[in-house]
C-alpha cells in the first residue's frame, strides 16, 4: 500500500494560464474525492468519484474548475484561466466504498498552487 | 447544513503537559466523526474516527468520545510530546450518495509542544 499520490507537490503559474493536477488513489480504493484547503483552513470539499463516475460536481467553485477519472483509477482536476484567488492546497483523498460506518477517507500530500 | 466548530489556536504547551482540543458540530442525521493531524508540508493523517453515539476513538495516546447530547467530539492527550506539533483537524461526515460521505471540517488547531 504506497498511499495517495498526488504530482506535482508545488505549481506556481500565472494569472490566465492553464494548470492541471493529478491523484494516483490507493490501489483498491473505488472513491476519489478533491478537496481544496485555503491557508488557515480546513479543506472544503469539491467534488467526488465512484469508480469513473463523477456523481457530485456541484461544489466545483466555478465552470473553470473540471474533473476527470477516465478509467476508474487516477484522476485529475483542471483550473482554467487561474485566478490569484485560485492560490491555495489542493488535496485528493481515496476509500474503499463498503458501508457508511466504515467510510474512511485517506488523503494525499496535496498540490500547493500559488497563482501570481 | 453541516458545520464543525473547533478551539481555536495556536495552541502552545510543554511536554508531558494534558492536551484537550474542543470540537463542536452540526449536523443532520447521524454523522461520523474524525479526528486528522496535518504535519508541516504534509497532508492530512487520519488520527482517529468514531461511527456512533459513545463511541471512544484511540490512536498513539490520542483519545475523542463521541457525544450525542452536547455534540461534542473532544480530542484529549494525557502526555503531549514534541513531535505532537502539528495542526489538528476535526470533521465529521455528511452523506453525498449511497454511502459515500463528504467531509466537513474545522478551520484546524495549532499545536506546539515545547521540549
Known amino acids: 500500500d504506497t498511499g495517495v499520490s498526488q504530482d506535482p507537490r508545488h505549481k506556481i503559474t500565472k494569472r490566465g494560464q492553464n494548470v492541471t493536477f493529478r491523484c494516483d488513489p490507493i490501489?483498491?480504493?473505488?472513491?476519489l474525492y478533491w478537496y481544496r484547503q485555503t491557508l488557515g483552513q480546513g479543506p472544503e470539499f469539491l467534488t467526488y468519484f465512484q469508480n469513473e463516475a463523477q456523481l457530485e460536481k456541484s461544489r466545483l467553485l466555478s465552470d473553470r474548475f473540471s474533473a476527470e477519472r477516465p478509467k476508474g483509477s487516477f484522476s485529475t482536476l483542471e483550473i482554467q484561466r487561474t485566478e490569484q484567488g485560485d492560490s491555495a492546497m489542493y488535496l485528493c483523498a481515496s476509500s474503499l466504498g463498503t458501508s457508511a460506518f466504515q467510510e474512511t477517507q485517506y488523503f494525499g500530500p496535496g498540490t500547493r498552487l500559488l497563482v501570481l | 447544513g453541516n458545520s464543525v466548530t473547533q478551539m481555536e489556536g495556536p495552541v502552545t504547551l510543554s511536554e508531558e503537559a494534558f492536551l484537550t482540543i474542543n470540537c463542536t458540530y452540526t449536523a443532520t442525521g447521524y454523522p461520523s466523526l474524525f479526528w486528522y493531524v496535518q504535519y508541516p508540508g504534509e497532508g492530512l493523517q487520519l488520527l482517529l474516527k468514531a461511527t456512533k453515539a459513545d463511541d471512544k476513538g484511540s490512536n498513539k495516546g490520542f483519545e475523542a468520545t463521541y457525544r450525542k447530547e452536547t455534540t461534542s467530539f473532544h480530542l484529549e492527550k494525557g502526555s503531549v510530546q514534541v513531535s505532537d506539533s502539528a495542526v489538528y483537524f476535526c470533521a465529521l461526515s455528511g452523506r453525498l450518495s449511497g454511502s459515500a460521505r463528504q467531509l466537513t471540517f474545522g478551520s484546524g488547531t495549532q499545536l506546539t509542544v515545547l521540549p
Open positions: 490501489s483498491e480504493h473505488n472513491r
